[in-house]
T-cell receptor, first 114, second 116 residues
Framework: AQSVTQPDIHITVSEGASLELRCNYSYGATPYLFWYVQSPGQGLQLLLKYFSGDTLVQGIKGFEAEFKRSQSSFNLRKPSVHWSDAAEYFCAVGPRGGGNKLTFGTGTQLKVEL | DTGVSQNPRHKITKRGQNVTFRCDPISEHNRLYWYRQTLGQGPEFLTYFQNEAQLEKSRLLSDRFSAERPKGSFSTLEIQRTEQGDSAMYLC??????????????FGPGTRLLVL
């Protein structure tokens, strides 16, 4: 069965510092990969996605993620964090064929210290 | 650009009551998904529609849960005889599935259900 692991439940960084959120997946084949962000009490906003091609993908708000097939990872990065980035971040995977129900990790809560 | 909308945003009900939630997808999207999110967890898939056809249901979707998308546009999710364990955020997402292309789901703001 497919699964997504986000090993860091909480991360605290200082504003202006760099950020890396980890995501590992277990899947039968290379899935589609996504990062979403959720502010308190809100729905999920898509940050970026990987379908194929260049393994370094750029997203909104200055985020990027790198797909590493050998490590089954899709880590999210940002070179300089802003206080408004404080939120919960979810990594998700979806199948390449058929229905595209997403399987989510448990999320990483990001706190930004001013 | 109108995104996915969900109503109501919040619902408080007593155990045993029935509740219904509505989701309006992005207008040209042919797929619509329902997820449930409990505190401290990621969303979990419940069911999805392609146009008006319900194509998959999760084992999480007990017989107290039913979903419809009668004309391939908006969808409703009904929970009968609610239980305290049904308290969660119910998220709707929509997507445009084009053959042989990747699919991206866009989420609504969710309906938060509290069962007393």
């Amino acid at each position: 069965a497919q699964s997504v692991t986000q090993p860091d439940i909480h991360i605290t960084v200082s504003e202006g510092a760099s950020l890396e959120l980890r995501c590992n997946y277990s899947y039968g084949a290379t899935p589609y990969l996504f990062w979403y962000v959720q502010s308190p009490g809100q729905g999920l906003q898509l940050l970026l996605k990987y379908f194929s091609g260049d393994t370094l993908v750029q997203g909104i708000k200055g985020f990027e993620a790198e797909f590493k097939r050998s490590q089954s990872s899709f880590n999210l990065r940002k070179p300089s964090v802003h206080w408004s980035d404080a939120a919960e971040y979810f990594c998700a995977v979806g199948p390449r064929g058929g229905g595209n129900k997403l399987t989510f990790g448990t999320g990483t809560q990001l706190k930004v210290e001013l | 650009d109108t995104g996915v909308s969900q109503n109501p945003r919040h619902k408080i009900t007593k155990r045993g009551q029935n509740v219904t939630f509505r989701c309006d997808p992005i207008s040209e999207h042919n797929r619509l998904y329902w997820y449930r999110q409990t505190l401290g967890q990621g969303p979990e898939f419940l069911t999805y529609f392609q146009n008006e056809a319900q194509l998959e249901k999760s084992r999480l979707l007990s017989d107290r849960f039913s979903a419809e998308r009668p004309k391939g546009s908006f969808s409703t999710l009904e929970i009968q005889r609610t239980e305290q364990g049904d308290s969660a955020m119910y998220l709707c997402a929509s997507s445009l599935k084009v053959q042989s292309q990747g699919e991206t789901q866009y989420f609504g703001p969710g309906t938060r259900l509290l069962v007393l």
